[in-house]
């Protein structure tokens, strides 16, 4: 469609009408390095169904007549002396046998077109799921798997742009929008694009940004926090991205970036370090938002095996003001049970029933995603990444996970708990990590090996099952039924998010058919014997609702227990506007939250105690 040129004034008042903004300025790069700019370029598309059926994704015809682009990954030489010495002791050889459930949902997704590996990112929303891979985009109604547009390419959707992938998909709950990224080579550029509203196939806001000209922002992972969008990448000189939240979500074509150096810690060579993305609970505005890598002592610039911690703040007003440093005064780095994340055949690890082409397990990072909750009293973050715990012998992957816990009024961070999973002798990689309101945590990966094809399964744990364990016996998503071949490269990784009813988790990954590499689409829950559900914030009902201009209403009913509960209310951006200590009777309780001096707009109620919790979205009139 022909562009046109009206004001971006007029524009934002037009929904649906594509635009383009003029070439933004150079930007500034100040005294302590950080670098700020503006979007380099702004547009509005068309809604999404629109441009889905009028170029839907071509059929694949050649799976391997498109490879992804990215730098090469290189590795540094191994240390032979790395604990643990010979094969790995502290691992979880037996399957769990709590309950878990088979998924809720389950549907085959994209299987791109031509682009290998296939990198598939996707999350749930209030009625849809959507679902990104190396080339494409399409959204799904996320009760049956009904899909709601065609396929369409990510160069449609960004006009004289490329399909280069590595997409990352969002649901950002607490302004209710989607998001989605993907990289250009040419040029090193970031294209972001961000809804007009909660409709996954309406019009959306595309900015471009280029954090440096000169070096390929490979790999990129992206969180939400109150005050950007954060992204890391495999970048040559190590740095963190933050992208303009507010003014992206009004549709303001002067957002800009914020960019700042990473300081230096021991690497594998390929090195993404992970942002916390926030879940549950939005963090209060002017929270620092935290970024994990980990050191493996099995490497050759390797000291210890241990977490990293970073720290990030942003300041819009005065870009320079803004600050990123290791966070050693909040416990970093954090000391965790040895590992060896290392194989002396890089790149080809993992091993497929019935073929002799290895696959690749991606050494040396953590997983997509960090995720990030806030709770009464305490924060929580679950990492995950693969380690070699037979060395020695047949150099199986498993998944190794963390449990960190944060003490809010000070910042500082401490291993909960920690765990591998590897209950036989398949290898399971490509894991992503989730927790729920009940504290109960979801984990979902590939797996393939001697006797299996590579397929995708999960397992779980409840709050309370004993420290670093799945306990959840492992469910299989899909099941695989050939082997690739011709290409070590697999994944690059799953993406597992939180439904926002807050209990059900959903997974996207990578699974090998007949007829060549395909994506799986599956949503499961945790939940007791025989299906029963047991957990306070699945059998609890909370409602929040105004019932004049000077009050709101928050009640609660079905509660497990008269357990004294807090009730939060905040603001878009995390701003904590009031707080209260509530003691329910016979298992309910009502409470009443005064509204003066609000604005009209969407807020957030939290409720809960040690045990769980609950946001509710409300607004306010």
């Known amino acids: 469609m022909k562009k046109t040129t009206l004001s971006i004034v007029g524009l934002l008042m037009i929904p649906g009408l594509f635009a383009q903004n003029t070439q933004k300025a150079q930007g500034v790069r100040y005294a302590n390095g950080t670098y700020y700019a503006q979007c380099t370029e702004f547009e509005i598309s068309r809604p999404l169904r629109e441009l889905a059926a009028e170029n839907p994704a071509p059929t694949e015809v050649d799976r391997f007549s498109r490879k992804e682009v990215d730098k090469p990954r290189t590795h540094h030489a191994l240390n032979p002396k790395g604990l643990p010495l010979g094969d790995d002791p502290n691992v979880q050889t037996k399957m769990g046998t709590g309950a878990m459930g088979v998924p809720i949902q389950n549907w085959i997704g994209q299987a791109g077109n031509g682009g290998v590996p296939l990198d598939p990112t996707g999350a749930a929303g209030l009625t849809d799921f959507v679902q990104g891979v190396n080339t494409t985009y399409r959204a799904y109604n996320k009760a049956n798997g009904a899909p709601l547009m065609p396929s369409m390419t990510l160069s449609s959707l960004w006009p004289g742009s490329t399909d280069d992938g590595d997409p990352i998909v969002l649901y950002d709950k607490y302004a209710d929008r989607w998001f989605i990224q993907q990289f250009q080579q040419t040029g090193n550029k970031i294209l972001l694009a961000v809804s007009q509203t909660n409709d996954p196939t309406g019009a959306f806001y595309k900015y471009t940004f280029v954090p440096d000209a000169s070096d390929f922002p490979d790999y990129p992972k992206l969180s939400i926090w109150s005050d950007g969008y954060y992204m890391c990448n495999n970048y040559s000189n190590e740095k963190v991205t933050v992208f303009d939240r507010t003014k992206m979500l009004a549709g303001n074509p002067a957002a800009g970036m914020v960019v700042m150096s990473l300081p230096s810690v021991p690497t594998n060579g390929f090195f993404c370090p992970m942002p916390a993305d926030a879940d549950g609970g939005l963090p209060p505005a002017g929270t620092p938002i935290s970024i994990f890598s980990f050191e493996d002592d099995n490497w050759s610039g390797g000291v210890k095996d241990q977490i990293h911690v970073f720290k990030m703040t942003t300041d819009w007003t005065t870009p320079s003001n803004s600050a990123l440093v290791e966070d050693f005064t909040g416990g970093s780095p954090l000391a965790v049970t040895p590992f060896n994340s290392t194989w002396a055949n890089y790149g080809n690890e993992i091993s497929q029933k019935g073929s002799t082409q290895k696959l690749d397990a991606i050494q040396g ?37 963390y449990e960190l816990h944060q003490d809010p009024s000070n910042g500082h961070w401490t291993v909960c708990q920690q765990g591998t999973y590897a209950p036989d002798g398949e290898n399971r990689w490509m894991g992503s990590i989730a927790m729920d309101d009940n504290g109960s945590i979801g984990l979902a990966y590939a797996v393939s090996g001697t006797n299996t094809y590579p397929s995708l399964r999960y397992t779980g744990r409840y709050k309370t099952d004993p420290a670093g364990t799945m306990n959840s016996v492992e469910r299989t998503a899909k099941a695989g039924n050939s082997s690739q071949a011709g290409i070590n490269r697999w994944g690059d990784y799953g993406h597992t998010s939180l439904d926002p009813d807050g209990v059900t988790f959903w997974h996207t990954g990578m699974w090998q058919s007949s007829g060549g590499e395909q994506t799986q689409i599956f949503s499961f829950q945790i939940k007791g014997d025989m299906g029963i559900v047991e957990n306070e914030a699945e059998t609890a009902v909370f409602n929040a609702f105004q019932t004049d201009k000077s009050n709101l209403s928050v009640k609660g009913t079905k509660l497990n227990s008269d357990e004294a509960l807090v009730v939060d209310l905040f603001d878009i951006e995390g701003k904590q506007i009031s707080g209260k200590s509530v003691t329910p009777a016979g298992h309910e309780f009502e409470t009443i939250i005064p509204l003066a001096g609000l604005a009209k707009g969407v807020y957030l109620v939290r409720i809960g105690n040690l045990n769980f919790q609950k946001v509710i979205k409300v607004a306010l009139n």
Do not use: D, E, K
């Not at 995720?371 to 070699?388: D, E, K």
């Open 365 to 401: 990072i953590f997983m997509y995603r960090a995720q990030y909750r806030r709770w009464v009293g305490y924060n929580t973050v679950v990492l995950n990444h693969a380690i070699n715990i037979t060395p020695t012998t047949t150099n199986q992957s498993a998944i190794r996970w």
